[in-house]
């Protein structure tokens, strides 16, 4: 299988304050990590491609230094909000390509739920 | 630019069959993917179509036309468990190491009843 595990699920936290999220790929390689954010009765829209060993690549109006992305291993990326705000309140998925399949889909993680009061 | 359209909700019996429409202009493409997400939850794939043709999958099947920026999604035997919104994605840019990245439509929120 190709098996995408995020956590946390769900976070509640106070304005001001960092969240990280960390995304898995528990059976697979994945070089490349993409980071999306979904607001209510919206589809999913990407914030940024992790590759692993080099700088993310965010795409236009999401502010770098405020969603840190780190990319540290061929299974592993992170994604920290930063001074969080109300507006950030949002559902956070992450998802990764196999490097060795080659039908490119991407499998997702879990999501995360991010409220910040 | 990137655009993928695709209807915003249907509404289908149970036992019926539904299809789903989505159409796309985007700079690239290296294939097209649909997606079911239920409220709440991340999506889960379906199906993948690269060459134009259908793509039979149990109940569900996929459909492309790339000379038409055409795909849609057939359902059916629907079932109440159906119900959910129904991503259509375009793989187009390339975002390095080898990878393509998805571009989503809005979804369509498909209702089904008894």
């Known amino acids: 299988g190709a098996v995408v595990s995020q956590h946390p699920s769900w976070v509640i936290c106070k304005s001001g304050t960092s969240v990280k999220i960390e995304c898995r790929s528990l059976d697979f390689q994945a070089t490349t990590m993409f980071w999306y954010r979904q607001f209510p009765k919206q589809s999913l829209m990407l914030m940024a491609t992790s590759n692993e060993g080099s700088k993310a690549t965010y795409e236009q109006g999401v502010e770098k230094d405020k969603f840190l992305i780190n990319h540290a291993s061929l299974t592993l990326s992170t994604l920290t909000v930063t001074s969080a705000h109300p507006e950030d309140s949002s559902f956070y998925i992450c998802?990764?390509?196999?490097?060795?399949?080659?039908?490119?889909?991407?499998?997702f993680g879990e999501g995360s739920r991010l409220t910040v009061l | 630019g990137q655009n993928i359209d695709q209807p915003t909700e249907m509404t289908a019996t149970e036992g019926a069959i539904v299809q789903i429409n989505c159409t796309y202009q985007t700079s690239g493409f290296n294939g097209l993917f649909w997606y079911q997400q239920h409220a709440g939850e991340a999506p889960t794939f379906l199906s993948y179509?690269?060459?134009?043709g259908l793509e039979e999958k149990g109940r569900f099947s996929s459909f492309l036309s790339r000379s038409k920026g055409y795909s849609y999604l057939l359902l059916k035997e629907l079932q109440m468990k159906d119900s959910a919104s129904y991503l259509c994605a375009v793989s187009d840019a390339y975002s390095g190491a080898g990878s393509y990245q998805l571009t989503f439509g809005k979804g369509t929120k498909l209702s089904v009843i008894p």
């Open positions: 998802s990764a390509r196999n490097r060795d399949r080659e039908t490119g889909e991407l499998f």
């Open positions: 179509n690269v060459l134009d």
